[in-house]
């Protein structure tokens, strides 16, 4: 009878999606000062909105190529005149945002990216946004500069030479160290944090942690309470002349249920399946749920130890797990 019951769980397999390939997407150059180019969980975004503290200048960028969640794209500006920030060409992860911190287990991020350049004044940074509702109004802005090309972040403290100081130094995240800056930007706090080893060309990290620092230690203005409601990548270009090449990015948001496999009467499901009432057997999930990968396994009705027998007893070897 238990063989019988969790046979009839077969089907549930995941049959996965092929993924969105560069001929699917709009690869022409856009240089308008608001244009946005849908691609997958992703939008290019040409947010210009300091250009008309410019004397003269440009921006202008295109997708490249997009394979499923992975993207590149190329941005070129050539700004000249004022000192404020002109263009924040960027990509936007529009999938898993509005989602609440306390419910968020990860962010992995991975950015291989090369400029050449002449003069400029910019930064190359992540840029997100926290709000006290899903959807609301900006209060808080988390920035984690991978490059400070003669720029500055935003600070609430300068020292006599002028130059920001830093809130925190010496923070240990993501495998590298940074220190951390804070202020307004009139609208909101701006927390950022600026690599202390100079620039990073190649990220492949968790950005989350980052999140649980300030939570931990701007408890004050960053809670767990709050919604992630922007996720951007890219570069704040001032002035001069740069052309940013991302030739890897890729970016995702997960929840806890993601990440946990429940035995249920129906059979073995992940959290994010019981909620919507679609209960299915992720059998590789499963297979990967052991101690060794890290995945939690919680059973309240006892089903572990009779799908462990059936797995090893009932299923070609090519679908069991490790002996």
Known sequence: MKIFALLGLLPILHAETSPILTSEVDTSSHCGQWDTVTAGNYELILDQWGASGATSGTDCAQITSLNGDTIAWKTTSSWAGGTGVKSFTNIQLNEGINKQLSAISKMPAVWDW??????????????????????????????????????????????????????????NLGGHTWNLYSGSNGANNVFSFLPTSGTITSFNADIFPFFQYLIQHEESAVTSSQYLVTAQAGTEATSG??????????????????????????????????????????????????????????????FQETFHEWVSGALPQCFRGPA
């Open 241 to 302: 002349n740069a052309t940013l090449i991302t030739s890897s990015y890729s970016r995702s948001i997960r929840q806890y249920h993601e990440d946990t496999l429940i035995a249920t009467p129906l059979g073995i499901s992940s959290q994010g399946m019981l909620e919507s009432k679609q209960p299915q057997l992720n059998l590789r999930a499963y297979l990967k749920s052991s101690s060794a990968f890290g995945i939690p396994f919680r059973d309240p009705w006892g």
């Open 114 to 171: 090369s400029i050449s350049s002449t003069n400029i004044v910019a930064d190359v940074a992540f840029d997100l946004f926290t709000s006290n509702s899903a959807g609301g109004s900006n209060v808080n802005e988390i920035m984690i500069w991978l490059a400070n090309f003669n720029a500055g972040p935003i600070s609430s403290q300068y020292g006599s030479n002028g130059q920001p100081v830093p809130a925190a130094s010496n923070i």
